[in-house]
């Protein structure tokens, strides 16, 4: 499967969403490229790189996206970005943001993990 890159365009992203979703059996659950998700900016270029997605409110698609090993708990961790900005900041998770509210994803060099977590949809 290739990277997404910067200039790629969105319809090739839910190409690869709509993969990952099929090779983790689950529900392809789109997200808008102007809806926001919360992006540690101050965590980009740290691995390993972590999401997780809550369900969707108003604007909002769920996904938060932070690097490195520990996920702060500070309240100005995460910033707001519109998904489109992904493709700029942290390509590497364009490909996992078509999974359902409830998932998680780690990826580092050789290495992804995917998973449900039921805790994240009784928020």
């Not at 493709?87 to 590497?92: D, Q």
């Not at 943001?97 to 050789?110: D, Q, S, T, W, Y």
Request: charged share 25%; net charge negative.
């Amino acid at each position: 499967m290739k990277r997404p890159v910067e200039g790629t365009n969105y319809e090739d992203v839910e190409a690869l969403q709509r993969a990952i979703c099929l090779e983790y059996d689950c529900e392809f659950v789109p997200v808008s490229p102007d809806s926001i998700l919360g992006f540690a900016a101050s965590t980009a270029g740290m691995l390993p790189l972590n999401g997780l997605r809550h369900p969707t409110e108003e604007d909002t698609n769920g996904w938060y996206i932070w690097g490195g090993e520990e996920l702060s708990q500070r309240s100005d961790f995460f910033s707001p970005f519109h998904t489109h900005h992904m493709i700029e900041k942290c390509p590497e998770v364009l490909k996992f943001l078509g999974l359902p509210p409830g998932f998680r994803f780690i990826l580092a060099p050789g290495y992804v993990d995917v998973w449900y977590d039921s805790k994240l949809v009784e928020i």
